[in-house]
């Protein structure tokens, strides 16, 4: 008895691409009342149907290709042929899964080099177009603080990192958010904002290691 062929990746694409397809084709010959050009208009969305979904598809595979290959390279210290790989798929591939990673990796890179102006664009590239990935976005947003305080606008900083922390509440990213965000608020003088950030941490976050250095900060507010 021979031994059970193993169903490849891209066997696994192809089943789903056919389905979809003959899904469609399916729905359009059952409710024929639509799409009276008859049987060519019929084979023609049919082509369209395959085209679409085999575009959408490759445009997927290509970028995670880019995003892998950019990944070894700035592994291998090859940070050039990573940023173009990281540019070519913000770029040519926005509407892929793969761009919001990219993005987000390409900003870190910049903030990195010391190049904070650079840094602070793609980071906001990444709050502006991929909002779904709420880990992600505040971790853009908290790159986005970090350029505002090294450039030294504290304001600016104070709002991203509660900008962060408004996006991800979580329990272990959070507080660091607020308090970094109430420490650039005392350095911008605007002490109300300070003020609320503290107290947030001291309201909601009581177990974290955050709170005790916040209830300082607001000690000194308040003298």
Known sequence: MSPAKRITKKQMKEDKLVSSVFKT???????PKPFFLGGAAVAVIFIAVVLVLWNIDKKNTQSA????RAQISYDRGMT???VIDLQTVVDSYSNTSAAASACLILANIYFENGN???ARKYFAIMIEKYPEDKMKLASAAAGAAACY???GDRLEAGR????AADFYPDK???PQNLLNAGRNYMAAGDLESAKTAFNKITSDYKDSRELNTAKRFL???EI
Do not use: C, T
């Not at 084709?25 to 409710?31: A, F, G, H, R, T």
């Not at 290709?65 to 892998?68: A, E």
């Open 25 to 31: 084709s399916e729905y359009i010959q059952k409710n």
């Open 65 to 68: 290709g880019y995003l892998v």
């Open 80 to 82: 050039d042929d990573a």
């Open 116 to 118: 904070y102006e650079e």
């Open 149 to 151: 305080e090294q450039k």
């Open 160 to 163: 991203y990192y509660k900008m």
């Open 172 to 174: 272990m990213w959070a």
């Open 219 to 221: 000690s000194e507010i």
